[in-house]
């Protein structure tokens, strides 16, 4: 996958991790965007790493997709624990 299908991935595995995790993030809509973003290029670099799971030329492989939503899912967690509730 390129460089675009991967910031495609990440837009919409920070949309569904928005959806699994609801509530206000500190950063908004743009601070979830790069969140998922940032989430699918780590997700995928360590499932590639620990995992020797092989990074997808598909874009509609399921392993990619879990990676990418558990590593968006981890770092809006990380994110609102670290500035948890600085948002009024």
């Given amino acids: 996958m390129g460089i675009i299908s991967w910031i495609v991935l990440g837009l919409l595995a920070g949309a569904i991790a928005k959806f699994l995790l609801p509530g206000r ?4 809509l743009v601070g979830t965007t790069l969140i998922g973003i940032a989430g699918s290029f780590i997700g995928g670099w360590l499932s590639s790493k620990f995992l020797h799971r092989p990074i997808a030329h598909d874009f509609f492989d399921l392993a990619t997709w ?3 939503i558990a590593g968006a899912l981890v770092l809006l967690v990380a994110y609102r624990l670290l500035f948890g509730n600085s948002r009024k």
């Fill in 66 to 68: 879990i990676a990418a």
């Fill in 25 to 28: 993030d500190p950063g908004g």
